[in-house]
């Protein structure tokens, strides 16, 4: 069970590293924000699982399983509501190549 | 569909508390009754929702966040960075509140895919690059979105 555990955990580790390095990489607000989405729905979900798996099955483990379903549910919604600020601002989407 | 509300409501409160004294449990009781008791009444969707499809939907939604995730990985850690950002206007058939939101909330949750506007029956999406508009552009999540909904009779 620890194993599973702290396979989750390293595997949404590489998430959030892979997600910062994107944020640092990518050119603008646009793209950056997917990077912010690999951080959210795979890097902090895969941690708070593996939490949840070395907790067992416990009050606490209820409540990472509360937390898990509200970064999913509300992630996306602070991600939109970014991205449509930004694009209802006029900032350029850059299609095609970007520098 | 109130006594629901505040069922869930108490529960969620016994979960936070950690605690069981009759005061802990009676104060619960006491909001959560209040707060659905104040609650507006809404108006009820005429979509009904399929518990059973959701179930089924969530790991499909799961591995697709995983098989993307890693590619946007991949993308972000070529030493060419091989970005090709645009903006794909999607046409879908859903335009209920609930099926909107589910999409929209899908889109934005699988890393490459963002939602940047939402009307019904049009979402405008921002996608890193070609590959990952594709399952969009053949409306797979649409489809599995819909058999969740199904159009129910309702007022």
């Known amino acids: 069970m620890t194993v599973l555990a702290i396979g989750l955990i390293v595997f949404g580790l590489f998430f959030l590293i892979v997600g910062s390095i994107g944020m640092l990489r ?16 795979l890097g902090a979900v895969l941690v708070l699982a593996g939490l949840a798996v070395y907790q067992g099955l416990s009050m606490n483990f209820l409540k ?7 970064v999913y549910l509300l992630n996306p919604v602070i991600s939109h509501a970014t991205i449509r600020a930004a694009h209802r601002s006029g900032l350029r989407t850059s299609e095609g190549k970007t520098e | 569909m109130r006594i629901m509300g505040a069922i869930l409501l ?12 009759p005061a802990r449990v009676g104060a619960g009781a006491f909001f959560a009754g209040l707060v659905m008791w104040l609650q507006p009444a809404r108006k ?17 939604l799961t591995g697709r966040i995983l098989k993307s995730g ?29 099926e ?11 890393p490459g895919t963002i939602t940047v506007e939402v009307a019904p029956g049009e ?3 921002h996608a890193i690059d070609e590959a990952s508009s594709v399952d969009l552009r ?14 129910g009779a309702g007022t």
């Open chain 1, 26 to 41: 990518l050119p603008n607000v646009f793209v950056r924000a997917h990077a912010l989405s690999l951080t959210d729905s």
């Open chain 1, 64 to 70: 990472i399983m509360v937390v898990l379903i509200l």
């Open chain 2, 10 to 21: 108490f529960a969620f409160w016994l979960l936070l508390s950690d605690s069981f004294d």
């Open chain 2, 44 to 60: 009820t969707s005429t979509h009904k929702f399929s518990w059973l499809a959701a179930l089924g939907y969530l790991p499909w």
């Open chain 2, 70 to 98: 890693l590619h946007v990985s991949r993308l972000i850690l070529d030493p060419k960075l091989p970005i090709s950002p645009r903006l794909i206007h999607h046409h879908t058939e859903l335009d209920g509140d609930g």
């Open chain 2, 100 to 110: 909107l939101v589910v999409l929209g909330n899908s889109i934005t949750l699988t």
């Open chain 2, 123 to 125: 979402l405008v999406v």
């Open chain 2, 138 to 151: 053949e409306g797979v999540l649409d489809a599995k979105i819909g058999r969740m909904f199904s159009r």
